[in-house]
């Protein structure tokens, strides 16, 4: 399935290499003023060609708005957005119709679609097919931000080399947005370009490095989510999962939670102002599924890009035999550094389905 959401609903369509991509997006209140300015900034973090961190392709990535608004404001009904494919170089993949590239969806993709599939750069596996969510993630931000809370992301770990951790206390809204603003998303400058180096130097070995990227929360309002099975971590992995190449996510102190007594990782109440908070935030801002009103923390890994231009072994299995496969294409040397802006557009989305299933639709809504 391509369709996510319980009250606010996406579903992404399209393929890498196909006319166009895009997203239709169900549950957006009506009367939301859109920034476009802002929202094509917002795009343009995640879009191609922009260094030698990644792909050279190079694709506009306007979104054409066919429903749902009114000017630059929603109605409230289904909002489809399109965006074109322009720069396509599809006859660099013509023997993957049957020889699978290791790392990829080919394999499983011809089983599950019994070879009906578009292969072309990923086909409807892309990464190419993170732009409509950014896109959808873009407005879900803004709806966000007009109810005081704000998600910023940025690369936690690159190529072995880590950059300063988000203060999982004392986060705020200028720190959180900082890295956004950046060419090179870390909150540390010299970490960046460590990262930048080691991400060239897999370029010119034709080979690719993963990392991780970090995302806080600040502004959610607490007592939002629900126990069990639709919790606000259940919520948010199940859209981070959905971006192509991520292979884990913790919240808050995550796996190394384990290693800790309970006295150790234990958040302590205490009163700010009239206010409960924690004096730590080991939880990452979540007890019980629920938000507790600390900054939410958490934490995507990403594997490093599959299609790289050295030999690598495989099967024609459409021939059922072995054989040599050297990936040709355009491909990013490491996908982390766009992949900051993705994370940030999942983890909105979640958020602010979340915000409408526990306000209503008209909670959100903007009335004239």
């Known amino acids: 399935m391509s369709t996510w959401g319980n009250d606010l609903k996406i579903s992404i369509f399209g393929e890498s290499h196909g006319p166009g991509i895009g997203v239709v997006i169900d549950g957006l209140p009506a009367g939301l003023p859109i920034d476009r300015e802002e929202l094509a900034a917002f795009m343009a973090r995640r879009a191609p ?19 749902g608004v009114r000017g630059d404001v929603t109605t409230g009904t289904p909002l489809a957005a399109l965006i074109r494919n322009n720069d396509t170089h599809s006859s660099d993949y013509g023997e993957l119709a049957s020889a699978a590239r290791p790392g990829h969806a080919d394999y499983t993709g011809f089983l599950r679609y019994a070879g009906w599939g578009d292969v072309r750069g990923g086909g409807h596996f892309s990464g190419r097919l993170t732009a409509p969510l950014v896109f ?20 936690a770990r690159c190529a072995g080399v880590a950059d300063a951790p988000f203060d999982p206390v004392r986060l705020d809204r200028e720190t959180l947005l900082r890295p956004g603003a950046s060419a090179f998303p870390t909150l540390d400058a010299a970490a960046g370009e460590r990262m930048r180096e080691e991400i060239e130097a897999a370029r010119m ?3 690719s490095v993963g990392g991780v990227v970090e995302c806080g929360v600040v502004g959610f309002p607490a007592g939002v989510g ?26 808050g ?9 309970g006295s150790e990782h234990n958040d302590p109440f205490r009163l700010a102002d ?34 790289i ?7 024609d299995f459409r021939e059922n035999a072995e054989r040599e496969l050297v990936v040709k294409g355009r491909h990013d040397p490491c996908v982390v550094v766009r992949a900051v802006p993705v994370v ?24 004239k």
């Open 49 to 67: 060609g922009r260094d030698k961190a990644s792909t050279p392709r190079r694709e506009t990535d306007r979104p054409e708005l066919l429903s």
């Open 344 to 367: 940030e557009a999942a983890v909105s989305l979640a958020l602010a389905d979340a915000l409408l299933g526990a306000k209503g639709y008209e909670g959100l809504q903007n009335r």
């Open 136 to 155: 959808a993630g873009g407005l879900a931000k803004q709806l966000l931000a007009r109810e005081g809370v704000y998600v910023g992301a940025h690369i």
């Open 205 to 207: 070995s034709t080979d």
């Open 274 to 307: 009239g206010k409960v908070v924690t004096e730590t935030n080991h939880a990452g801002g979540i007890l019980g599924g629920i938000s507790s009103g600390m900054p939410i923390l958490l934490r995507a890994a990403f594997k490093p890009t599959a299609s």
């Open 226 to 251: 629900s126990p069990m099975f639709d919790g606000l971590e259940n919520r948010i992995a199940s859209i981070v999962f959905g971006i192509p190449a991520v292979k884990g996510l913790e919240f």
């Open 309 to 315: 231009a050295k030999p690598q072994r495989t099967v």
């Open 253 to 261: 102190d995550g796996f190394a939670a384990a290693e800790l007594r």
